[in-house]
């Protein structure tokens, strides 16, 4: 099963901001739709960012104008890009991606920690 790496995660200011990263193989590109989703302790997992070829990106409710999703097909990278981080952002953020194997292959997720 493909596994997609996250980096970037780790403990951030309130206001603050953090860049997320997930390396995506080669192999699976192109992509159909890049995604990040979040867990916080307690609560089902939920969207944060998709984005797709053929269409804007959609955003989680109130995150469209603090996050920002974006796909470096040259680097076979997905990054999402936090800012005015607050302590309802805490979570393990994954990485998904649907690929040209017709499947959606996930990362093991990175602890995000947004303190006070």
């Known amino acids: 099963q493909v596994r997609l790496g996250e980096s970037g995660g780790g403990l951030v200011q309130t206001g603050g901001s953090l860049p997320l990263s997930c390396a995506v193989p080669?192999?699976?590109?192109?992509?159909?739709?890049a995604e990040w989703n979040r867990q916080s302790p307690g609560n089902q997992r939920e969207l944060v960012a998709k984005?797709?070829?053929?269409?804007?990106?959609v955003y989680g409710d109130s995150l469209k104008c603090r996050f920002t999703i974006s796909v470096d097909n040259a680097k076979n990278v997905v990054y999402l890009k936090m800012t005015s981080v607050k302590p309802e952002d805490t979570g393990v953020y994954y990485c998904?991606?649907?690929?040209?194997?017709?499947?959606?292959?996930w990362g093991r997720g990175t602890q995000v920690t947004v303190s006070s």
């Open positions: 984005s797709t070829s053929d269409g804007p990106p």
């Open positions: 080669g192999s699976l590109f192109p992509l159909t739709a």
């Open positions: 998904a991606v649907y690929g040209s194997d017709r499947r959606y292959s």
